[in-house]
């Protein structure tokens, strides 16, 4: 492990696609700007490329610096290099800036193609009035498309055939990366042989949901927003960016990971008696909140958490989901109605309360498992999912989710559930546990090489119990 190092300087690249984009809200872009980073060499035949999501926040640049004086590496540079878990050394790693962000890929800080009119002296069409009859081109602001976790994907799909990569060795993401690789293995079953779901869910739950609601609030009730056109109007919505960023990086953190960092220190050492900060941790809270909304997008901020929101690889498979369900809450219903007779005589009024709690709790379970199965039922690659101990916004709970849904249909499947003390935040730490597990995934033979070359779906029975192990 001394020999693990940084892949070094690396430039972007852009690719530019002038086919026309149609998204999942029916709105369509006439054409889009992916930028990327890629690290280590592509082989001749094109199987050691690995594809990175990712995460709200984050952006194309993984690994590495962008010049002599960066002095901060990409945002995953502990997982990606020489001899690292991902190894650059035997991969080709590429990782994509989405569609909607703010890092160069298109999206709302972007120029909007329809203010562009070539024939009046870049005329703004969208903006044309008698006090201004010629106005500057302009960027897409709130005018950009919501977009969803399947538009990515679609759109990385598209960047594959761009690179010539037909099939990848994985796809790889944490968090809202680990929604695009599911997704990945969900809609192109057939261009992955790994998915790595590292620190995430098959959906966002009700209080997820509403944690990201709070944060648009923030946002869009601050006077400086404009609507969303903020930089036609010469402002920004700084306060609405800072309290959006506290309240989410509060639940990638946990009460013990801040009682241990800040516990109740108090930055002057005595009581000011006042609303400015006092403690550490509010000081914590609004430096983090400050540097983000120097370097983040508003609008992006916006259409990314409703992408979250969006988020269910189930959505196309209904009449199956319904199916399976129906057969299951029947089956349910039988046998709680045993139990309740059963037990009728002094205890009826309180045991039929609570089994009618029970009853709805487990049909809605089981009817997102046999959701999750139907989404599943087709994918042909070999699953690594990864959760951690203390993470409360994507519970190991939700990730066992997953992995129940695999097993149940066959699928091959490793899980590792990691103790960690950081929350959400700890598929960015360094942990060799997790790690090693990411390592040792991407290296070991894939299933069907040492067998015969059938896809995996069709295993035997056997080999669906080796294939399927938890750890």
Same mark, same amino acid.
């Given at each position: 492990?001394?020999?693990?190092?940084?892949?070094?300087?690396?430039?972007?690249?852009?690719?530019?696609?002038?086919?026309?984009?149609?998204?999942?809200?029916?709105?369509?872009?006439?054409?889009?700007?992916?930028?990327?980073?890629?690290?280590?060499?592509?082989?001749?035949?094109?199987?050691?490329?690995?594809?990175?999501?990712?995460?709200?926040?984050?952006?194309?640049?993984?690994?590495?610096?962008?010049?002599?004086?960066?002095?901060?590496?990409?945002?995953?540079?502990?997982?990606?290099?020489?001899?690292?878990?991902?190894?650059?050394?035997?991969?080709?790693?590429?990782?994509?800036?989405?569609?909607?962000?703010?890092?160069?890929?298109?999206?709302?800080?972007?120029?909007?193609?329809?203010?562009?009119?070539?024939?009046?002296?870049?005329?703004?069409?969208?903006?044309?009035?008698?006090?201004?009859?010629?106005?500057?081109?302009?960027?897409?602001?709130?005018?950009?498309?919501?977009?969803?976790?399947?538009?990515?994907?679609?759109?990385?799909?598209?960047?594959?055939?761009?690179?010539?990569?037909?099939?990848?060795?994985?796809?790889?993401?944490?968090?809202?990366?680990?929604?695009?690789?599911?997704?990945?293995?969900?809609?192109?079953?057939?261009?992955?042989?790994?998915?790595?779901?590292?620190?995430?869910?098959?959906?966002?739950?009700?209080?997820?949901?509403?944690?990201?609601?709070?944060?648009?609030?923030?946002?869009?009730?601050?006077?400086?927003?404009?609507?969303?056109?903020?930089?036609?109007?010469?402002?920004?919505?700084?306060?609405?960016?800072?309290?959006?960023?506290?309240?989410?990086?509060?639940?990638?953190?946990?009460?013990?990971?801040?009682?241990?960092?800040?516990?109740?220190?108090?930055? =002057?050492?005595?009581?000011?008696?006042?609303?400015? $900060?006092?403690?550490?941790? #509010? /000081?914590?809270?609004?430096? @983090?909140? *400050?540097?983000?909304?120097?370097?983040?997008?508003?609008?992006?901020?916006?259409?990314?958490?409703?992408?979250?929101?969006?988020?269910?690889?189930?959505?196309?498979?209904?009449?199956?989901?319904?199916?399976?369900?129906?057969?299951?809450?029947?089956?349910?219903?039988?046998?709680?109605?045993?139990?309740?007779?059963?037990?009728?005589? =002094?205890?009826?009024?309180?045991?039929?309360?609570? $089994?009618?709690?029970?009853? #709805? /709790?487990?049909?809605?379970? @089981?009817? *997102?498992?046999?959701?999750?199965?139907?989404?599943?039922?087709?994918?042909?690659?070999?699953?690594?999912?990864?959760?951690?101990?203390?993470?409360?916004?994507?519970?190991?709970?939700?990730?066992?989710?997953?992995?129940?849904?695999?097993?149940?249909?066959?699928?091959?499947?490793?899980?590792?559930?990691?103790?960690?003390?950081?929350?959400?935040?700890?598929?960015?730490?360094?942990?060799?546990?997790?790690?090693?597990?990411?390592?040792?995934?991407?290296?070991?033979?894939?299933?069907?090489?040492?067998?015969?070359?059938?896809?995996?779906?069709?295993?035997?029975?056997?080999?669906?119990?080796?294939?399927?192990?938890?750890?």
């Amino acid at each position: 492990m001394d020999s693990v190092g940084s892949v070094g300087i690396i430039t972007p690249q852009i690719f530019h696609f002038a086919e026309p984009l149609t998204l999942e809200c029916n709105r369509t872009l006439p054409s889009f700007d992916l930028i990327i980073e890629t690290y280590g060499t592509l082989n001749s035949d094109k199987s050691n490329a690995v594809l990175i999501c990712h995460a709200l926040s984050g952006s194309h640049h993984a690994a590495g610096f962008h010049s002599d004086d960066d002095k901060k590496a990409g945002w995953w540079d502990n997982m990606i290099g020489p001899n690292k878990a991902i190894d650059t050394n035997r991969f080709y790693v590429v990782c994509v800036n989405n569609i909607g962000s703010c890092f160069g890929s298109t999206g709302p800080t972007t120029i909007n193609p329809d203010s562009i009119d070539s024939d009046q002296n870049n005329v703004n069409k969208n903006s044309l009035d008698k006090k201004n009859p010629a106005s500057e081109p302009q960027v897409y602001g709130p005018d950009f498309p919501l977009v969803t976790i399947k538009d990515w994907v679609k759109t990385q799909a598209m960047l594959s055939d761009r690179l010539g990569i037909d099939v990848w060795h994985a796809i790889v993401g944490g968090s809202m990366g680990g929604m695009q690789a599911l997704q990945w293995s969900v809609d192109y079953p057939n261009r992955l042989k790994r998915c790595v779901v590292i620190a995430s869910t098959p959906k966002l739950s009700a209080q997820n949901i509403a944690f990201n609601e709070v944060a648009r609030q923030s946002i869009l009730s601050d006077p400086d927003f404009k609507e969303g056109r903020y930089l036609q109007a010469g402002t920004y919505p700084r306060r609405g960016l800072i309290l959006a960023r506290m309240v989410g990086h509060i639940t990638y953190l946990t009460d013990d990971a801040m009682k241990a960092k800040f516990g109740r220190d108090l930055k =002057s050492g005595k009581f000011m008696y006042g609303y400015d $900060v006092e403690f550490q941790v #509010e /000081s914590y809270l609004r430096y @983090q909140g *400050e540097r983000f909304s120097e370097n983040f997008d508003a609008n992006t901020y916006l259409l990314m958490t409703k992408a979250l929101d969006y988020f269910d690889p189930t959505r196309d498979y209904p009449s199956a989901m319904a199916t399976d369900s129906t057969k299951s809450a029947a089956q349910l219903k039988d046998s709680i109605a045993t139990s309740v007779e059963s037990s009728k005589q =002094s205890t009826q009024p309180a045991l039929e309360g609570t $089994v009618a709690t029970i009853d #709805e /709790s487990e049909q809605n379970r @089981q009817q *997102e498992l046999s959701a999750l199965k139907a989404a599943f039922a087709h994918t042909q690659c070999q699953y690594l999912v990864v959760s951690f101990t203390t993470d409360w916004r994507f519970a190991p709970e939700r990730s066992q989710e997953i992995v129940d849904a695999l097993m149940a249909t066959g699928k091959p499947v490793n899980y590792i559930n990691v103790d960690a003390p950081h929350g959400h935040d700890s598929f960015l730490f360094d942990i060799p546990r997790y790690m090693g597990a990411v390592r040792g995934f991407l290296t070991a033979p894939f299933i069907t090489d040492s067998k015969s070359k059938q896809p995996a779906q069709s295993t035997n029975q056997s080999s669906q119990q080796k294939s399927g192990a938890r750890s």
